[in-house]
Each structure stands twice: as structure tokens, then as C-alpha cells.
């Protein structure tokens, strides 16, 4: 729990006792549960994914001997992963973000589940052009370990890139507006690249939005398409529009 001492210096010191820890995993799992974890800062991600990786050892330890595990009314396992996966879940994607400054990781997770009440907050509040990535994937391997994601609404992949480009879109069109009676060549020319540029930066993540519907096109019977003149004049009519549908159903 020391705030002065860092996970390296807490490695040498009980290296040697790493067995017999893992060996007393009930009662190592109850102070965490009871005076390690409550005192540890959220954003202090290094320290946390240290304890989730304790939590995991503890668990697969009892899993291997067989002895029972330690039972929490008060919290329930919604996940579909054992105790000891889900811990070492938590422990790789709370490493990914450490540079995340901003993160509060127990808004993300709880010893137990996921911080329903606070996750989409979190994720969204800390999403930046140099985080976006970073985020989308924990969110991806976090929410697939639960089978009522869309139940529990929580955000998807797909929902942290839609976040971040309908953030870029929204300043855009803000900084566009106040530009919009503006005649001069210089200030329109400057107002593209930077159209331009918004695009650059947010393509992939348009791209992993609309990956769904490239599938989905790409599956429609190549018979259908070809009952009719393909031409571009063709491509959003009716019957096109109607194939399309077909195939989403």
C-alpha cells in the first residue's frame, strides 16, 4: 500500500516468500479484499495490476488443489470467466493503459465485476487521439468477457471510435460555422486541410464502424447482383436497398 515504494522494490523484498504467499491464498485474498485494495489510489493503475495478478495466482493456486474457493455474497460473478482468468484479464489490460494519466481504473473494475455504474464515463472522458486505440481494445477484451454486454450497457469498441470521430466532427463543424461567409482562397484553403486532416486521423476508426456493413455487402448472393444492370446509377435504388435488407435479416 505504500505510495514509496514502487512495484520492483515490492518484487525483491518478498521474491523469496512468493510460494509460501501463494500458499496461504485465503488469507491473502481476504486482506486484499479487506485493507489492500480499498486503500489503493485508482489511478495508480501499476500498483493495481500488481494486486489483480496476486488475486489471479491466489485463485489459480486454489484451483489446482482443489480446495474451496472463497465466497463474497455481497459480490457476484457475472462474468463467464473463472476467478483466477478474469483477475489476470484485468491485470494485462490494466497494465496496456498505465500511460493514461487520467484513468481511474476503479471506475473501470472491481474486484468482482466490472464498475457498470461508472465504465462508460471513464472510457469516454479519457478518450484522446493518443488513447483511443489504447482504450477500444481494453474495452473489447473486458466487455467479451461477459455474455449481457448490451444489457448491461456498456460501451463497445465500436462505440469508443464512434465517441472520438463524432468529437472531431463536432469541433469541425463548430470551428466551420464561424468560417462559413469567408470568401477569402487562404482561409477556404486552410478550412480543407483541415477537413483533410480530421479525416486522416479518424479513417481507420470510420472504417472499423462500417466494417460490419462491408461484410455485410460483401455477402450478398453474387446471383441477386447480378439479376439486374449493375451500374452507378443503380447502386441506391430500390432493389439494391432491398437486397441489402435481405441480407441484414
Not at 518478498?14 to 485494495?37: C, H, L, P, Q, T
Not at 500488481?50 to 485463485?59: D, K, N, Q, R
Not at 476508426?205 to 460490419?212: G, P, R, T
Not at 448472393?221 to 436497398?241: F, K, R, V
Request: hydrophobic fraction near 35%.
Amino acid at each position: 500500500m505504500s505510495e514509496y515504494w514502487d512495484n520492483n522494490d515490492i518484487l525483491n523484498e518478498i521474491s523469496e516468500f512468493r510460494e509460501d504467499i501463494v500458499r496461504s491464498a485465503k488469507g491473502v485474498i481476504d486482506m486484499i479484499y479487506s485493507d489492500v485494495y480499498p486503500e489503493i489510489d485508482g489511478y495508480n493503475k501499476e500498483r493495481l495490476s500488481y494486486i489483480y495478478g496476486i488475486l489471479s495466482a491466489c485463485h489459480s493456486y486454489l484451483k489446482r488443489t482443489n480446495e474451496i474457493e472463497l465466497r463474497y455474497p455481497e459480490h457476484v460473478h457475472t462474468h463467464k470467466l473463472e476467478p483466477f482468468q478474469y483477475y489476470k484479464v484485468l491485470e494485462e489490460e490494466c497494465k496496456k493503459v498505465c500511460f493514461i494519466d487520467g484513468l481511474n481504473y476503479k471506475n473501470i473494475a472491481g474486484l468482482d465485476n466490472l464498475n457498470f455504474e461508472h465504465f462508460n464515463e471513464e472510457v469516454c472522458k479519457n478518450i484522446h487521439a493518443s488513447t483511443v486505440t489504447a482504450l477500444a481494445n481494453m474495452v473489447q477484451s473486458l466487455v467479451s468477457m461477459y455474455v449481457d454486454v448490451l444489457a448491461k450497457g456498456l460501451i463497445s469498441q465500436q462505440g469508443v471510435y464512434k465517441h472520438y470521430v463524432l468529437g472531431l466532427l463536432a469541433s469541425l463543424e463548430g470551428r466551420s460555422e464561424a468560417q462559413s461567409n469567408c470568401t477569402d482562397y487562404e482561409k477556404l484553403q486552410a478550412a480543407l486541410c483541415e477537413v483533410e486532416l480530421n479525416y486522416d486521423s479518424c479513417r481507420e476508426y470510420i472504417q472499423a464502424l462500417l466494417a460490419f456493413w462491408s461484410k455485410l455487402v460483401d455477402d450478398i448472393p453474387g446471383d441477386s447482383i447480378d439479376a439486374w444492370s449493375y451500374e452507378t446509377t443503380n447502386y441506391l435504388n430500390s432493389n439494391w436497398l432491398s437486397l441489402c435488407i435481405g441480407a441484414f435479416r
